[in-house]
C-alpha cells in the first residue's frame, strides 16, 4: 500500500508538471494561475500544494525534468589533463542544437524558459535561475578556451571572459531565434558554422 501511494504521489507530480509545460507555454508563465495547472491535470491546487511550494517552485521542477540544452555543454569541458577542450566542447554544442530540433519536451520546455515568462516579483527564484544558470556554462566556456588557446599556443583576440559571453550569447540566440521560425534555417546545420566562424574570429582556428 505505501508503495502504491508513492507511486500514486509520483504520477500526480508528473501529471501536474505535464500540465504546467501545456499551460505555460499556451498562456505564458505570469499569465498562469495554479488553479490553471489543476484544472488542466484534472486535480485541485491542494494537490499542487502538496507538491511544490509556489508557482516559481513549480516552474524550477519543470526545468528540472528536462537537460536544456546548454547545460549538456558543462560536461563537454571536463578533459583530461593535456587533452585541447575545444573539440569536444564544439560536439557538444552541435548535440545541443541537434536535441533543441528533434526533442520535443526540450523544445517546449526552452520555449517557456525563454519566450514564455516574465520576471515578475512572483517569480524571482526563476530569474535567479536563468541567471546561476548563464554564469555557469560562461564560465565553462572561458576555461574551455583559455586552455585550449594556451594548448594551440595562440592568444585569443579578445578577453576570454567577453569571448565566453559572446559564445553563450550567440548560441543561446541561435536557439531562440529558431524556436521563433524553425522553417526559418537549419538549427543544427548553420548553427555549427555559425559557431566555428565565431571560434575563428576569436582566434582558435
Given at each position: 500500500m505505501v508503495r502504491r501511494s508513492k507511486e500514486d504521489a509520483l504520477a500526480t507530480r508528473n501529471s501536474l508538471l505535464d500540465a504546467a509545460e501545456r499551460v505555460f507555454l499556451a498562456q505564458g508563465v505570469a499569465g498562469t494561475s495554479l488553479n490553471d495547472i489543476a484544472l488542466e491535470a484534472g486535480t485541485t491546487r491542494g494537490a499542487i500544494y502538496w507538491h511544490f511550494r509556489d508557482k516559481a517552485d513549480l516552474f524550477n521542477a519543470m526545468m528540472d525534468r528536462v537537460v536544456m540544452p546548454l547545460q549538456c555543454a558543462l560536461e563537454s569541458v571536463q578533459q583530461a589533463p593535456g587533452e585541447d577542450p575545444l573539440p569536444r566542447l564544439k560536439k557538444a554544442l552541435r548535440s545541443a542544437l541537434r536535441q533543441t530540433v528533434s526533442d520535443p519536451q526540450t523544445r517546449r520546455v526552452f520555449e517557456v524558459a525563454t519566450h514564455k515568462v516574465e520576471y515578475v516579483d512572483s517569480l524571482c527564484?526563476?530569474?535567479?535561475?536563468?541567471?546561476?544558470?548563464?554564469?555557469?556554462?560562461?564560465?565553462?566556456?572561458?576555461?574551455?578556451?583559455?586552455?585550449?588557446?594556451?594548448?594551440?599556443?595562440?592568444?585569443?583576440?579578445?578577453?576570454?571572459?567577453?569571448?565566453a559571453q559572446g559564445l553563450h550569447a550567440l548560441v543561446d540566440g541561435l536557439i531562440q531565434n529558431w524556436l521563433l521560425d524553425p522553417e526559418g534555417f537549419d538549427l543544427e546545420s548553420g548553427g555549427s558554422k555559425a559557431i566555428d566562424a565565431y571560434l575563428r574570429g576569436v582566434g582558435l582556428p
Open positions: 527564484a526563476v530569474r535567479e535561475r536563468h541567471r546561476h544558470t548563464r554564469d555557469r556554462v560562461v564560465g565553462q566556456f572561458r576555461q574551455a578556451l583559455l586552455k585550449s588557446a594556451e594548448l594551440r599556443g595562440v592568444r585569443l583576440d579578445i578577453p576570454a571572459s567577453v569571448a
